[in-house]
């Protein structure tokens, strides 16, 4: 497998972009600081948002496994390809309920 790219920081850099946009997603509903005005709507954004963007994500881990594997984290690519690959392949029960590779 071809070694990362990736700067030693990367992880951390990860990390600190996904807060800085989920901040930045939360403060835009806001009434008072964002662009919803409204208190009705804000507050139905807020109960909707988490599904939707639990939704999004996997749906966009889902898209990017199965057309750009290399893309994807190292860690999350190996537990994509046990659950979505290697998982679809078993001849035993032992395979099926305890060990699979």
């Known amino acids: 497998m071809a070694q ?4 030693k920081f990367g992880f951390r850099m990860r990390w600190l972009f996904a807060r800085v946009c989920l901040s930045l997603a939360q403060l835009s509903v806001m009434p008072q600081a964002g662009i919803i005005k409204s208190h009705k709507l804000s507050r139905r954004i ?6 939707v963007f639990a939704a999004l994500s996997w749906g966009s881990v889902m898209w990017l496994f199965r057309w750009y594997p290399d893309t994807v984290q190292t860690g999350l690519r190996s537990s994509m390809d046990y659950i ?3 998982s679809d ?6 395979n099926f309920l305890i060990f699979n590779k």
């Open 46 to 51: 807020e109960h909707d948002a988490w599904p």
């Open 4 to 7: 990362s790219m990736e700067p």
């Open 89 to 94: 392949h078993w001849d035993s029960l032992r």
């Open 84 to 86: 979505y690959v290697q």
